[in-house]
């Protein structure tokens, strides 16, 4: 029986649950964040500069794939937390293979350098839904903290990340590329550590499967997980020993379309065999279009780790006096900013709400992904000043990620939050997993789309991102204009009585 947590108010008025969750996913998010932050710097940067000398095009599918990758297995990662071993496990055990991930990257080995990313992806997979699930299970689902608690906990990612960026990117420039990636593992372990020692703040909170397999159903699924893991190493040594060949475009290109199909079969098959009832299948085609906005606005953010990441290496002024700016602290300002405007959203939404005026989830997202857009129109400007020849100052890029930032605070908690709240509560880790899916196709769109950006054609960079920009507003302005219908369904979750979402599928 999970133990009810929304009476606890130690922490700032919240339970003291969040801080556990919270405080591992920032050390996560240090680990991830810090490494990715060097992804398509390391694969660019020639053999001479202690990279691996891959052209734009291929990196920036390879790191599509990553970060795409990582967001896909959140899908079995939460099916395997509600059927098998609960969401409290499943982010210790993912947690101990991210460690060892970024263990692997700080070997100085192309080899090594595939086999961590791996470990990383498998180990987010499992991580990632399930400790954003926890969030939404320590309140009730009329409690008004809701939104301001995922608000808090995204804080907390960001913190996380800044310590990342400002960690990894100096090592990078300062100790070589590998020792950045060793200080990601470090930062994965101390969240492992403080997860574990602040356990029994969440103690009954998703700890056992939500649906639990059959003995039976349980054995198959684990010899399912060893044929799987035995399947990735012999492709893996299949690839380095050269018997099969690997093109990252054609593979990210493939992958998309294979991660939207499963998206939508996900998807469809909650909706229509789920046992839904009237209300819930209206809040349901709510949260569906809140994905959409969610695919479309990760697209344009993911440009962050890629095209502007190389932006701001190769066409920004990076030099105060004598110093110069390592290219991966630019990225910092998303943090940056998310610290220092999170306390100003959270406290909005709980004042609109004490108001009774609460702006519906759909109506924040498409703002969201608006205000997302409009950076890159500031990236225009940008563009059009490198291609004359000229390297633009840094306070482009820190507009773009300061209208980033802001975007991301009307859509990112906001998005978490309506699936914990319009998810069916016994697909709780099912639905946070699909949602997640989100990320990953807009990931994977992301690092193709950057891979356009040819450095020997610099004039064409001004017209890719103002197509980003006009793609994101259409939508964000269709998905506004929805609003006045599916705002009046995501309501019907307030009504929505317990007994009404444990029954039975």
């Not at 060097?38 to 891959?54: D, I, N, R, Y």
């Not at 990632?128 to 926890?134: D, E, F, L």
């Not at 095209?307 to 920004?316: K, V």
Request: glycine share 10%; aromatic share 16%.
């Amino acid at each position: 029986m999970q133990t009810n947590k929304s009476a606890d108010t130690r922490f700032f008025g919240h339970p003291m649950g969040l801080v556990t969750v919270s405080v591992t996913e920032m050390w996560e998010r240090m680990s991830y964040y810090g490494m990715r932050a060097l992804l398509v710097l390391f694969m660019t940067a020639s053999l001479q500069e202690g990279g691996m000398g891959l052209t734009v095009a291929t990196a920036a599918a390879i790191y599509g794939l990553y970060t795409g990758s990582v967001y896909f297995f959140g899908l079995p990662g939460g099916w395997l937390a509600d059927r098998l071993i609960g969401s409290q496990k499943a982010v210790w055990y993912g947690g101990i293979i991210i460690m060892i991930g970024h263990i692997v990257l700080a070997i100085p080995s192309d080899f090594s350098f595939y086999v961590g990313l791996i470990f990383v992806v498998l180990g987010t997979g499992l991580l990632k839904p399930n400790i954003g699930a926890m969030v939404g299970q320590l309140y009730d689902p009329k409690d008004a903290r809701r939104d301001s608690a995922y608000t808090i906990y995204y804080m907390g990612i960001n913190l996380g990340s800044i310590i990342g960026y400002f960690v990894c990117g100096y090592l990078q420039v300062n100790a070589g590329y590998h020792y950045a990636f060793g200080a990601a593992a470090v930062g994965m372990a101390l969240g492992l550590f403080l997860y574990r020692y602040t356990g029994h703040y969440i103690e009954g909170v998703l700890d056992k499967p939500t649906q639990p397999l059959s003995e039976k159903g349980a054995y198959y699924t684990k010899v399912g997980i060893v044929a799987f893991a035995a399947l990735v190493t012999l492709i893996t040594a299949l690839l380095y020993g050269g018997v099969i060949s690997f093109d990252p475009t054609f593979v990210a290109q493939k992958v998309a379309i294979i991660i939207a199909i499963v998206f939508f079969y996900a998807f469809g098959v909650k909706f229509f065999a789920g046992g839904l009832n009237t209300a819930e299948k209206k809040q349901m085609t709510a949260l569906f279009l809140i994905c959409l906005a969610s695919i479309c606005f990760w697209a344009g953010f993911e440009q962050a780790g890629s095209s502007l990441n190389l932006f701001g290496r190769d066409y920004t002024e990076r030099m105060v006096g004598s110093f110069e700016i390592p290219p991966a602290w630019f990225q910092s300002a998303n943090s940056i900013f998310i610290i220092a405007l999170s306390p100003f959203f959270a406290y909005l939404w709980m004042a609109l709400g004490k108001r009774m005026i609460e702006p519906s989830y759909s109506v924040k997202c498409a703002l969201g992904l608006i205000i997302m857009a409009s950076g890159f129109i500031v990236m225009f400007f940008a563009a059009q000043i490198a291609a004359s020849g000229l390297k633009v100052a840094p306070y482009w890029l820190v507009t773009t990620y300061f209208l980033h930032t802001v975007g991301e605070l009307f859509l990112s908690p906001v998005a978490l939050s309506a699936v914990s709240k319009l998810s069916p509560k016994r697909f709780a880790g099912q639905m946070m997993g699909i949602f997640v899916l989100t990320y990953s196709m807009g990931s994977i769109i992301a690092g193709l789309f950057a891979g356009r950006f040819d450095p020997e054609q610099v004039d064409q960079m001004p017209g890719l991102y103002m197509q980003i920009a006009t793609f994101s507003i259409a939508i964000g302005l269709v998905l506004l204009a929805l609003s006045f219908i599916t705002g009046k369904w995501e309501k019907l979750a307030e009504g929505q009585s317990s007994s009404s979402a444990d029954k039975p599928v």
